[in-house]
């Protein structure tokens, strides 16, 4: 079965950074993008940040320039570099893989359909 499981979260004052990854297992990795999603203290989940099998990547517009997602296909890991934090950032983060391989790369938390535990990234203003 499909399993993702992150790590690399934690607590960091603006400005700060940190490093996220994502181990997958159970399926043909290079087959479908991977995604980093987030979902905010009482609001619904949002795509920050994914790559696709071909390595396009798409960023939410509020992690433009900050944010860098990367994928290696032979350790079927999923990395998000965070820079400049910002409190607004505060989340839980979430890898995710696509329903369908070979599709394009979205941020629609809608389309993933198998998703890691999350991991709480914090940062304190």
Not at 17 to 22: A, E, T
Not at 48 to 61: F, M, P
Not at 97 to 102: C, I, P, S, V
Request: proline fraction near 5%.
């Amino acid at each position: 079965h499909v399993e993702l499981v992150e790590s690399g979260g934690g607590s960091v004052q603006a400005g700060g950074s940190l490093r996220l990854s994502c181990a997958a297992s159970g399926y043909t990795y290079s087959d479908h993008s991977l995604g980093w999603l987030r979902q905010p203290p009482w609001q619904e989940r949002e795509g920050v940040a994914v790559i696709s099998r071909l390595d396009i990547s798409l960023y939410a517009d509020s992690v433009k320039g900050r944010f860098t997602i990367s994928r290696d296909n032979a350790k079927r890991t999923l990395s998000l570099q965070m820079n400049s934090l910002k409190p607004e950032d505060t989340a839980m983060y979430y890898c995710a893989r696509k329903l369908t391989g070979y599709s394009p790369p979205t941020l629609i938390p809608t389309d993933y359909g198998h998703w890691g535990q999350g991991t709480q990234v914090t940062v304190s203003s």
